[in-house]
Every structure is written in structure tokens, then in C-alpha cells.
């Protein structure tokens, strides 16, 4: 979501499940339905990873598949 200035917002969500192993899970939002998380688009050096529960901050972008989120850090 872009604000009026062409800013991407930040959103907030808590991790739904996450899989190290595989590398991706997924992000309940607090305003809409959940949005799927990658492990390269967690904001930290060499593989991210999230636990289950993780309350975290996001941007959403639109991919080929759907929604993802970007920019996603721990609270």
C-alpha cells in the first residue's frame, strides 16, 4: 500500500509459522488476510529466519505469485 506520497507503509503482524527448512511461513496482519513471508525478505544479515508468535513490522509488495512481505523485522 502506497501512502499519498508514494511511501510504502508499514504494516504490522505477528508470524504464523515460519519453516528454517524450507525457508518461508507466513505473516498474520493485524488489518488483512495473512501474507506470505521469504526468508530473503527479513531484514538481517545471512539467512533469516522468524519463530512462530514473532511480533514483526512489514511492507507488502505484489509479486508473480501474490502478495509477499518485505522489509520485515522483529518488534
Known amino acids: 500500500i502506497l501512502t499519498k506520497h508514494g511511501e510504502k507503509k508499514m504494516k504490522n503482524?505477528?508470524?504464523?509459522?515460519?519453516?528454517?527448512?524450507?525457508g518461508f511461513g507466513f505473516i498474520e496482519q493485524?488489518?488483512?488476510?495473512?501474507?506470505?513471508?521469504?526468508?530473503?525478505?527479513?531484514?538481517?544479515?545471512?539467512?533469516?529466519s522468524l519463530n512462530e508468535g514473532d511480533r514483526v513490522t512489514f511492507e507488502v509488495e505484489q509479486s508473480e505469485k501474490g502478495k509477499k512481505a518485505t522489509n520485515v523485522s522483529t518488534c
Not at 13 to 22: A, C, Q, Y
Not at 30 to 48: A, L, M, N
Open 13 to 22: 503482524g505477528v508470524v504464523k509459522w515460519f519453516s528454517e527448512t524450507k
Open 30 to 48: 493485524e488489518d488483512g488476510p495473512d501474507v506470505f513471508v521469504h526468508h530473503s525478505g527479513i531484514s538481517t544479515e545471512g539467512f533469516g
